[in-house]
């Protein structure tokens, strides 16, 4: 009988310190979320780093926007998209490019694969007048190792418009009535 509980004990051990191994192993390397890639190309476009941004993409990536061919794809898409979009820009005399991203709506995630919802506002210049777009961008994702990586996305853009003039403190006070 004491021979059988030593090896219970010991069999039980055995497995207790398994399972806290893959207990632990999984919470430190729990994979960061999608929402990391997503930002990280977001934050490195905002800047001007196109590399930074491309990095945060597989090597052979889809992107979809509104700016022509519409369509790129591959080796290269990130920079390709990039060239056309600064072309347009300067064409259309837009500067200061930002994208804002809210809270994603839609999160899916199975296994290595994600699927991702954003708000997004884009703001700019456009000779010198402050125009804003809203839109959303659909992601794809993919886990490389502890990393995830953008397979594919599209910008789901409205048509751009002129910001709303900020209303300033004394603009927006009601005047006070002369007293008589």
Known sequence: MQRFTLRAVGALTLV???LA?????????????????IHA?????NKGDVAAAEAAHVAQPTIIDEV???HWEGAGAVRAWAGDLDKAA????DTNQKVTLGKASRTIIE???AYVVVPATYTYKEKGKAMVETASMTYALHLEGDAWKITGWSWNGTAPHLAAPKASPAAAAPATPPKT
Do not use: E, R, W
């Open 90 to 93: 300067k064409a259309a005399g």
């Open 111 to 113: 296994g290595d694969v």
């Open 41 to 45: 190309f977001i934050d490195n476009f």
């Open 68 to 70: 022509a061919p519409h």
């Open 21 to 37: 191994l893959a207990v632990s192993a999984q919470a430190a390397g729990k994979p960061p979320s999608p929402m990391t890639a």
């Open 16 to 18: 207790s310190g398994a």
